[in-house]
């Protein structure tokens, strides 16, 4: 799943919670947060302190990683090389 809001990051936590089979009680115990907390997080709350949440995101059996975000649609920036030059790879009956 990509997280790009804190929603995303909330129904995330969510889902994992969830596939494990633990309540918001016991997963916000594992963490270290209250349940209140929890909910929060889950309900993608935006003013939450950010080392809870990677604490939340550990016990939850969570990891984040960061990476550059994929182009949008129409965006030339992250074309490739053989995108840009592919009117030179030969295909002339000149050569």
């Known amino acids: 799943m990509q997280v790009h809001t804190v929603r995303d990051l909330g129904a995330a936590v ?3 919670r969830s596939h494990q089979g633990l309540t918001q009680a016991e997963l916000a115990r594992r963490a ?6 929890l909910v929060r997080l889950e309900q ?4 939450l302190e950010v ?3 990677l604490d939340v995101l550990a ?4 990891a984040l990683a960061t990476g550059p975000q994929p182009p ?3 965006d030339q920036t992250e074309a490739t090389w053989d995108q840009l ?5 030969g295909e002339s009956d000149n050569g």
């Open 14 to 16: 969510r889902e994992a």
């Open 32 to 37: 270290g947060v209250s349940r209140d907390w």
């Open 44 to 47: 993608g709350h935006p003013r």
């Open 51 to 53: 080392q809870l949440v």
């Open 59 to 62: 016990a939850a059996g969570l």
């Open 72 to 74: 949008e649609a129409g």
């Open 85 to 89: 030059f592919s009117h030179l790879s």
